[in-house]
């Protein structure tokens, strides 16, 4: 089993970070699982995952002072493996970790993923826990010059005997619990450890291990690497050892941030295939923020939401929604249902950009067959625009080009009509606005 021999398409789902934070409870992942199997399942999502320091019994009790609690009430079991909260997540008590929960999700259809943090517990080194299945010790496998910079429940893992063998006993028993999915933080990137840094960044040796372990133990686990950005010259790397690594650091809904995203985009440009995925990051859309004492609606407008999903979509980048799923409205669910848009996330479309400068943006997609090709065309300046764009600049980008095409559809008004590929588009698109066409043989 390689890495690539699934995750044949972006995955598709939903992450508890950007409303619940650190907070989230077993109930919670449960009500957002049905919401997901009820409403989502049917266009694509399909993963459900928990986010960060859910072995945290007191998360979100300082949140004013702390979001990481130092020196925190955090659980472990003997083995010095961090284990979910039995006060947020009751299934645990019984010392079966997150199988409960994990079977529960995979009952309605799902897939279930758990965000991790690169190395092991600082308390385990510490206690000198055993390492199971080894005659090692946490302590042999700790790397204590090897921090996170925001986070401070870890510390690094030796690429020594007895860090692989944490690494292969800790992805087994997430293969045991049932796992599907998991999100790694602070390994793709670390500003503590720059290129150059007289200590060499441990993440990258890190990833290899948890690679190894995934490998051996016999499931098939996506493994999505935090934070960015993501080094462009390190894209083989990725390749070989992960199925998405974020190509920038946490992404909210500020239209300055989107907008910075073309340029992300365009820097990984063509580096998206089947079972590598670089990642844009989470959809903030809908209901944000409660775990963050500051529960809002998402500040993107109607045209910004077109534009965050047309281009994630586009591009090939992973959808992971952001916002807590059962208050989704109506309106919300439109962006994120769009089966028409939602074609390009099969596995078999290639997205490429076309053209970019500070003004305008242009995307074009095709599938392997090509028989059909979609457009999208940005406006990022903050008014309404007259945009044009060639059919043989389009054609020259694109794979698989389709001729003779006999129909244009309007994705986002639903428009259709009997009509060939233009010799050129000529569009008016809002402000922050995109049109996004498709043209079927």
Not at 165 to 182: E, H, P, R, S, T
Request: glycine letters at 8%; hydrophobic letters at 35%.
């Amino acid at each position: 089993m390689g890495i690539n021999d699934f995750a044949k398409r972006p995955p598709m789902g939903w992450n508890s970070y950007d409303y619940y934070d650190t907070t989230v409870t077993e109930e919670e992942i449960k009500s957002n699982a049905r919401f997901m199997a009820e409403n989502l399942k049917d266009f694509g999502y399909e993963y459900v995952v928990i986010d960060i320091e859910w072995y945290s019994n007191d998360a979100g009790t300082r949140r004013a002072e702390y979001q990481y609690i130092p020196f925190g009430d955090d659980e472990l079991d003997e083995f010095g493996r961090l284990q979910p909260s039995p006060k947020r997540f009751p299934s645990s008590a019984d010392g079966s970790g997150f199988k409960h929960l994990a079977d529960y999700v995979h009952s309605l259809g799902l897939k279930f993923g758990i965000h991790i943090m690169r190395g092991i517990s600082r308390q385990a080194a510490h206690n000198r826990c055993p390492i199971h299945g080894s005659t090692f010790k946490c302590h042999e496998a700790a790397d204590a010059w090897s921090i996170c910079g925001w986070n401070p429940d870890m510390y690094g893992v030796r690429a020594n005997e007895a860090g692989q063998a944490y690494y292969d006993d800790l992805i087994a028993m997430y293969a045991q619990w049932g796992v599907d999915f998991i999100k790694c933080d602070d390994i793709c990137d670390s500003f503590m450890y720059p290129d150059g840094h007289r200590i060499v960044f441990s993440g990258y040796e890190e990833t290899k291990m948890i690679h190894r372990a995934i490998e051996k133990s016999g499931r098939d686990i996506v493994l999505s690497l935090s934070p960015g950005p993501a080094h462009v010259d390190r894209d083989f790397f990725y390749e070989e050892n992960a199925n998405m690594w974020r190509i920038t650091d946490d992404f909210w809904d500020d239209w300055k941030l989107l907008k910075e995203m073309f340029w992300r985009c365009e820097t990984w440009n063509g580096r998206v295939s089947k079972g590598n995925y670089p990642d844009c990051d989470m959809l903030p859309i809908g209901q944000l923020g409660h775990g963050f004492g500051n529960e809002r609606t998402s500040n993107f407008t109607d045209d910004e939401l077109k534009t965050m999903m047309s281009l994630w979509c586009l591009f090939g980048s992973p959808l992971m929604i952001g916002g807590e799923l059962t208050k989704l409205t109506d309106e919300n669910m439109k962006y994120l249902a769009n089966r028409e848009l939602l074609k390009v996330m099969d596995g078999d479309h290639t997205g490429l950009q076309v053209r970019r400068d500070d003004n305008e943006a242009v995307w074009v997609n095709t599938d392997a067959s090509g028989n059909e090709c979609f457009v999208g065309i940005f406006n990022l300046t903050d008014s309404e625009r007259k945009i044009e764009c060639l059919k043989a600049d389009i054609r020259a980008k694109a794979h698989n080009f389709p001729e003779n095409t006999k129909k244009e559809i309007n994705v986002w008004e639903g428009k259709e009509s009997e009509t060939e590929f233009p010799d050129k588009i000529s569009v008016t698109v809002p402000a922050h606005g995109v049109v996004v066409l498709e043209y079927v043989k």
